[in-house]
């Protein structure tokens, strides 16, 4: 479907149709299941007005989209037809300001040009030590656990993720800070959650008592931000992504100190959440098969036993990534990806008007019984390559995004979530507890599960001790 961005196909143009949806007073009544489980309501609009749905919204006219390839289309051949002006990423962006996450456009490419080189492979193999690291000491604080204990899965995740971005991308030690800058995150976008839910928004200056949980979390992260930066300018320059921030303005580049603030936010709030999310659903299904279990601990046995795990040890952990993989595949952990049309355009066969919202999902396609065999089941050999398939490649596969604006983070990601899974599978045995309930996912900025993620978890014998 060659065609200049903006200038419609003829080809593809011949007969766009309005797209099917609920109307209003079915949209009212579905509210309740839509707050309740909105992974669940978009799962079903898809099934039953097929994969491109208008929502009886007007103002902005608002589509979920979830064809592979009209994403692709949105996302990768015309994606300069699409800007993330959308209530979400402005809701966001209360928290992360003007940072890479929500911007668009000459701003955007002058903030991902300068942010680039931390994610180099120099910078993956620190990552990967991190990794390791975090999850050793993970084990280190839960102490004697030969008989077992029960541990939430969910608190042990975020406190691991935050402390590898905090070494790796600001030299940062954010062990001992952790619980309080943890809670600060999640408060704000907790508040920016809410706010998204909701068509009409408050305005920011009304004294509500979301908008002062807000000011109060955003000012935390202000200052633990600002004392981060006060350290690093009193100390030797190092090469992560603080300093090539920090030079960025001393340099032609001038970007002045509240630009620093929002990308470090950005990335804290980016790149924390999104592997802790990841780790904990990919424990909780390992947890619920003893035989992934056992191929896990086999594979980090034999590839770790000589040292400590390093960015090359990647390749030679196949079954790690794959567990990753199908984790992300079942609860994808940015499970919402949206899009305003600047102009208008014809996804699926269906007109868009110029200023629509479109709504896209991982979860949808990635739980389709068109593209997976056996979609709700948890099997992490789908993923490996003797499967004959590489799943990643695909548009039916998609929780980094696709096209430019796919995660930065992404090899950061993989490098993390690999080493940190193989690491624990060395030293501990999970499962679940006796009678355990599947968690219910909560759709926050991330997936999550409601509550906490209390699972059993054994260390296990002759593990190595560090
Ligand atoms: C399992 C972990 C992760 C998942 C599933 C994930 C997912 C995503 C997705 C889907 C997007 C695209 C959003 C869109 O197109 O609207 C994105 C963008 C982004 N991610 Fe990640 N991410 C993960 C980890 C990370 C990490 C570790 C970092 C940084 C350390 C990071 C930083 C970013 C940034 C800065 C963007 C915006 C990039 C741009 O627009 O140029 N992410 N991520």
Redesign the pocket.
């Known amino acids: 479907m060659a065609s200049r961005e903006g200038v419609p196909d003829r080809r593809y143009f011949r007969t766009p149709a309005t797209a099917p949806g609920p109307s209003g007073p079915q949209m009212l009544r579905a509210i309740r299941f839509i707050n309740r489980d909105p992974l669940g309501f978009l799962q079903s609009m898809d099934r039953r007005y097929g994969s491109v749905v208008q929502f009886p919204i007007p103002s902005p006219p608002s589509y979920l989209v979830s064809e592979p390839d009209a994403v692709r289309r949105v996302?990768v051949s015309h994606n300069r037809s699409y800007d993330?002006d959308t209530i979400q990423y402005r809701s966001l962006s209360l928290v992360t300001g003007e940072g890479?996450?929500s911007t668009s456009g000459e701003r955007?490419r002058e903030q991902?040009r300068i942010v680039q080189p931390a994610f180099h492979r120099d910078s993956l193999d620190a990552i990967g030590r991190n990794a390791a690291q975090a999850a050793d000491d993970l084990v280190a604080r839960w102490g004697d656990i030969s008989r077992g204990a029960v541990i939430d899965m969910d608190e042990a995740m975020m406190r691991a993720a935050l402390e590898v971005?905090g070494r790796s991308?600001l030299g940062t030690d954010f062990s001992r800070d952790a619980d309080r800058l943890a809670r600060a995150t999640l408060h704000a976008l907790e508040v920016v959650v809410a706010r998204a839910r909701v068509p009409i928004t408050p305005p920011g200056w009304l004294p509500t008592p979301g908008s002062r949980r807000l000011s109060a979390a955003v000012s935390e992260l202000d200052a633990a931000v600002a004392d981060m930066i006060a350290a690093r300018s009193a100390s030797a320059p190092g090469g992560d992504m603080l300093q090539l921030l920090l030079n960025a303005m001393d340099g032609p580049d001038g970007i002045d100190a509240r630009e620093v603030r929002d990308e470090i936010v950005?990335?804290m709030v980016?790149?924390h959440e999104?592997?802790a999310s990841?780790l904990m659903w990919a424990w909780w299904l390992v947890a619920g098969a003893p035989d992934v279990m056992e191929a896990l601990a086999t594979e980090a046995d034999r590839v770790l036993a000589d040292g400590t795990p390093s960015f090359d040890d990647l390749e030679r952990l196949p079954m790690a990534r794959a567990v990753f993989n199908e984790a992300?595949r079942l609860y994808?952990?940015?499970w919402l990806?949206?899009r305003r049309a600047l102009h208008a355009d014809v996804l699926g066969g269906r007109e868009i008007p110029q200023g629509a919202l479109v709504i896209m999902t991982p979860y949808v396609v990635q739980r389709d019984p068109r593209y997976w065999d056996r979609p709700e089941a948890f099997d992490p050999t789908r993923f490996l390559e003797a499967r004959g398939r590489s799943a990643e490649d695909l548009a039916t596969f998609w929780?980094?995004?696709l096209g430019p604006?796919?995660?930065?983070?992404?090899d950061?990601?993989y490098v993390?979530?690999v080493l940190s899974l193989a690491t624990l599978a060395r030293r501990v045995h999970v499962e679940r507890l006796p009678g355990q309930l599947p968690p219910r996912p909560q759709a926050g900025v991330t997936l999550r599960p409601r509550g906490s993620l209390p699972l059993l978890v054994r260390s296990r014998r002759g593990s190595p001790a560090r």
């Open positions: 996302l993330k890479l996450l955007w991902r971005v991308l950005s990335f980016a790149g999104t592997v990841a992300m994808p952990p940015v990806v949206t929780p980094f995004g604006r796919m995660c930065v983070g992404r950061f990601a993390e979530g």
